[in-house]
């Protein structure tokens, strides 16, 4: 076992060897961000015991211009390097880089390579990381542009909308419609890395308040809403009348009686309306407005009519047809009114009456009945000691023992009975056609004998 043991910690140590570079020697952040004007510090952590190791590195910016930036080793930096301006000299043994304050010379991709030989061993490990410098400036709150300034109409126009920021680096844009994202589609393109906002062609479901907003790693700001209306319709076109009876496209209304139809659509801006009788041969224009006013006597039969509605802006239109029937109905519109709610009330009523009734029913049957004294004569009465005994019902019963006399009066014509405690009763009833019965022949030897004793 010993053997073993010894082999797996040689393995363990020269595993390093074997593999070449321990990234996890050294560890810094792959990107950091920081303000033009301001120092940063990026920050390197050594991970291996500073005594006994030796270490030599050197910082490189590779981009967007090449070039060495400072050497160093374990106690001191080599000084026949050209430093920048910005960047401070590394105090060994801290290997950290440190710029006093950022420009955008600054802003690119930066290398640290350094050879590192650790305690008790003889070759070095070279650990190569990168990082990623960004020079951020503060974003300025954006502004929507529009390249329409008069309002759309559906289906015939586009519009561009640009999200301008005039300070900060490295914006970042989203739109949002009614603060909601703004997602891309056929009609909803994006270009410029978001900043533009390109709708072709626009509809009705384009209408709303449109915003953008930018944010970049140390700033966030969003613009103010701009309202975008569209001309559109007309939609969802019908006839309406507070009279009569409507079943379908069929009017019922009462003769004699002035009746008022409204004509109805979803369109921006409102419709033109043109109202028109429909015969078999032929149409007649009756008026143009939203409502139509009928004088029901004037209708003999049942008569066909046309709603026609026309936006003037959108030059689109759209029309639905109708029948009136003149009928006398009296007031059978409201009484079908008062009906449905009368039901709607009654079904209320019926049902908290059945729960009163419910509720009054039980209260009766606890007060007659007293089922909690039946239940407790139940569980207080004594179990019978012998099994299959007969239980005659008058176990209890001590008073009923005795004789009995059935009388019968002939002047009646129903037979009633008597009962008397002894034979003395029979001299003071001579008359009477009697019959007398020794009720009680045999009591059963019980334990209750004793009682009756």
């Known amino acids: 076992m010993g053997s073993v043991a010894a082999f797996m910690n040689l393995l363990l140590c020269a595993m390093p060897l074997i593999s070449g570079a321990n990234p996890e020697l050294i560890s810094l952040p792959s990107v950091v961000n920081g303000i033009r004007g301001k120092p940063l510090f990026v920050a390197v952590e050594k991970n291996f015991n500073e005594e006994g190791a030796q270490f030599q590195g050197t910082w490189f910016q590779l981009s967007p211009n090449p070039s060495h930036l400072v050497t160093f080793d374990n106690s001191k930096v080599i000084h026949d390097m050209v430093l920048r301006e910005t960047l401070e000299h590394i105090t060994p043994p801290n290997i950290s880089l440190n710029f006093t304050s950022l420009d955008e010379a600054d802003e690119g991709d930066y290398q640290l390579k350094i050879n590192i030989i650790l305690n008790g061993q003889t070759e070095s490990e070279t650990v190569i990381k990168n990082v990623k410098i960004t020079v951020n400036v503060p974003l300025s709150i954006p502004v929507v542009e529009t390249s329409h300034k008069g309002t759309l109409v559906e289906d015939q126009d586009n519009i561009t909308l640009t999200c301008t920021v005039e300070k900060g680096t490295n914006p970042k844009y989203d739109w949002f419609r009614n603060n909601y994202v703004v997602i891309p589609s056929k009609r909803h393109i994006f270009l410029q890395d978001n900043s533009i906002l390109h709708i072709n062609p626009v509809k009705k479901e384009d209408i709303g308040a449109y915003s953008c907003a930018v944010h970049n790693p140390i700033s966030h700001y969003q613009s103010e809403d701009m ?5 559109y319709g007309p939609y969802n076109l019908e006839v309406n009348c507070e009279q009569g009876l409507k079943i379908g496209e069929v009017f019922t209304v009462n003769k004699g009686e ?20 429909r015969n078999d041969n032929s149409t007649e224009v009756l008026m143009t407005g939203p409502r139509f006013e009928l004088a029901s006597h004037t209708l003999g039969h049942a008569t066909n009519f046309l709603c026609r509605a026309f936006n003037n802006i959108t030059n689109k239109q759209d029309e639905t047809q109708f029948t009136i029937v003149v009928a006398n109905l009296g007031k059978e519109r409201e ?13 209320v009523i019926a049902v908290f009456s059945l729960l009163i009734i419910v509720c009054m029913l039980i209260v009766l049957f606890w007060k007659s009945c ?5 239940f407790m004569k139940i569980y207080s009465r004594p179990i019978p000691e012998q099994k299959g005994l007969h239980r005659s019902g008058h176990e209890d019963a001590t008073e009923d023992f005795g004789i009995y006399e059935f009388v019968s009066i002939p002047e009646k014509m129903e037979s009633r009975e008597a009962s008397c405690r002894s034979l003395t009763r029979l001299d003071s009833a001579r008359d009477l056609h009697t019959t007398i019965y020794d009720v009680i022949k045999h009591v059963p030897e019980t334990p209750t004998l004793s009682l009756m004793k």
């Open 370 to 374: 007293h089922p909690s004294k039946a």
């Open 258 to 277: 002035m009746v008022f139809f409204d004509c109805l659509a979803d369109s921006n801006p409102p419709n033109t309306c043109v109202w028109i009788s």
């Open 335 to 347: 009484n079908l009114v008062q009906e449905e709610t009368a039901v709607s009330s009654l079904a």
């Open 227 to 231: 309202e975008l209306s569209v001309f």
